[in-house]
């Protein structure tokens, strides 16, 4: 199979469901297996194992295959992490409008942080290698819709998506490191070497008086700051947008 085909074969799979033909074994005795099938199992072994613990050899041990026999399913191991990625990211159903555009874009940014919680090697894919199926540009058509409804400036767009994208990221990542701290329990050694810091170092917020006096977040319990600044950086883009002008839906 040519490069050009091989390409052809994995944008195939990836939009199965969507129309496309899908590529898979041709030949020989009937397929033991769907993709669908395949990819249920490396996503069950990147929520298991993470990112680096994703492969054709694992996926493939799992389901009782040799690793070239799950090349016709899914292809090489970089289009296996995207159709992973991709069968991994179903856009929930929710209500269309809210009462600001503030609103909806929390909440899209919320349930994006939701799907990330639920598998964390999401967020560690580049996002420059991005699969590009049917499930993610329903994400980003979701956040696109929003902006039309409300009307938002057509310059201001594509900026707006680029930092929420970023910023859900961003704390997805953070949410992940500190679920791994407390299960290691380097969430309490963090806590101590900060304590003694501030024993050793007696003028601490003297020295850093801005830092000291920075106000904490509303949520009781650190480890929710990541989803709380996805809410105040939604509600800080959905203000700006709507202080340049923007019509409610109706």
Request: aromatic share 6%; glycine share 8%; proline share 7%.
């Amino acid at each position: 199979m040519g490069a050009e085909d091989a390409v052809d074969a994995h944008v195939r799979r990836l939009w199965r469901h969507r129309g496309a033909e899908p590529a898979g074994p041709r030949r020989g005795p009937r397929p033991r297996l769907t993709v669908d099938e395949v990819l249920d199992a490396a996503v069950e072994v990147a929520d298991a194992q993470g990112l680096g613990g994703l492969s054709t050899r694992a996926v493939a041990t799992r389901l009782g295959l040799s690793a070239m026999a799950l090349y016709p399913y899914v292809g090489t191991k970089e289009h296996l992490l995207a159709l992973a990625e991709d069968h991994a990211s179903p856009l929930p159903p929710w209500p269309d409008r809210a009462s600001s555009l503030a609103d909806d874009l929390t909440t899209w940014g919320e349930h994006l942080l939701d799907l990330y919680a639920r598998h964390p090697w999401l967020a560690e894919l580049p996002w420059a290698d991005a699969a590009g199926g049917p499930n993610q540009q329903d994400w980003l058509e979701r956040l696109l819709e929003i902006l039309e409804r409300w009307d938002a400036r057509p310059e201001s767009r594509a900026a707006v998506v680029t930092a929420l994208y970023a910023v859900v990221r961003a704390a997805a990542q953070t949410s992940a490191s500190y679920a791994r701290a407390g299960a290691s329990g380097d969430d309490r050694a963090w806590l101590a070497r900060a304590d003694a810091t501030r024993r050793v170092v007696g003028d601490l917020a003297e020295r850093y008086p801005l830092a000291a006096a920075l106000p904490q977040h509303a949520a009781q319990d650190w480890r929710d700051a990541p989803r709380a600044s996805v809410r105040h950086v939604a509600e800080v883009l959905g203000r700006g947008l709507e202080a340049t002008g923007v019509r409610s839906p109706g």
